[in-house]
């Protein structure tokens, strides 16, 4: 850790957080930009109340159903993801059976060899997006992203895409694939892209998700669609803005911050 942050800091977990992700750019994992979208994020997250509201708890039921009834599911990971959740993610990986690829906006080797590194420590087997054996565009995408691996994201009909830079989804999604978003924004353009968008920390919904895909994957196709039929992506991401404004509105009444 850059500085050492004490217990009894009021916002310690989220101070915790921050100084993973710098010190994950020190390591090269975090590209110099994720420091900002971290920032924007975070201001979501204050909205929320740092905690995680009922309404994403049922985002990330609707994610784990779509991404166990999908039949070539893949997680795409970036410099974000890799410094705060790479335990849960290869956890997620395995549970659901969906291969790990790494697929950054700010392309540099070294950043996909330090990210492949902090994935193989928190016990990932295997990791697709860096052999250029295996390399496949995709001419809907125009930046760095649209190199893909054409064992995962080239062939899947399902992305998993944690804490996105918005028209990779629409390009995946005019591509025919499913796509789970976690973005702390819900109006962002991947929000409103996705399949499903989950509002929520990246840092609070890995764990949610991997207890999730615990559980729901144990159940057969049709308690899967059971309990899909009472979810609904759209529905959500309506809470999800009523919840931020109603939040909004409840803080501006309260007497101690006239
Ligand atoms: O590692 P790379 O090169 O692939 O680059 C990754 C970043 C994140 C830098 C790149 O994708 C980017 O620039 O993203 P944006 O356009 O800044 O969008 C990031 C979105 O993630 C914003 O809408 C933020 O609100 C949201 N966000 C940031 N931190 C979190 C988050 N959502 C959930 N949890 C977070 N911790």
Redo the contacts with the bound molecule.
């Keep these: 850790m850059v500085i050492e942050i004490p217990k009894d800091h009021p916002r310690y977990e989220s101070l915790v957080i921050r100084e993973k992700i710098i010190e994950g750019m020190h390591q090269k994992i ?2 110099e ?2 420091l ?3 920032g ?2 975070e201001a ?1 997250d204050y909205i929320l109340g740092e905690v995680t509201p009922p309404f994403a708890l049922n985002q990330e039921k609707l994610a784990v159903i779509t991404l166990l009834r999908a039949k070539n599911p893949v997680i795409s990971v ?3 993801v890799a410094a ?1 959740c790479s335990k849960e993610i290869v956890q997620l990986s395995q549970i659901l059976n969906a291969p790990l690829e790494i697929n ?4 540099k080797p070294e950043r996909e060899i330090a990210i492949k590194d902090v994935l193989t420590k928190a016990g990932a087997l295997q990791i697709y997006g860096i052999d250029p054996r295996n390399q496949k565009s995709i001419p809907e995408i125009s930046h760095q992203r649209r190199i893909v691996d054409s064992r995962g994201i080239a062939r899947s009909d399902c992305v998993f895409v944690p ?4 028209d990779r989804a629409m390009a995946l999604r005019n591509l025919g694939k499913d796509v789970v978003a ?4 819900p109006l ?1 353009r ?1 929000s409103l892209a996705a399949t499903v968008s989950i509002t ?4 609070r919904a890995t764990t949610e998700l991997v207890n999730f895909a615990k559980n729901f994957s144990k159940m057969n196709i049709q308690e899967l669609e059971e309990e899909k039929k009472l979810l609904n992506n759209e529905t959500l991401l309506q809470e999800a803005l009523k919840f931020m404004s109603s939040r909004l509105e409840e803080l501006a009444s309260d007497q101690k911050y006239l």
């Design positions: 975090v590209a930009a994720g900002i979208a971290h924007r994020g979501f970036n410099g974000n705060l950054l906006f700010y392309r804490l996105e830079d918005g976690v973005d702390l924004n962002s991947t929520n920390n990246i840092t």
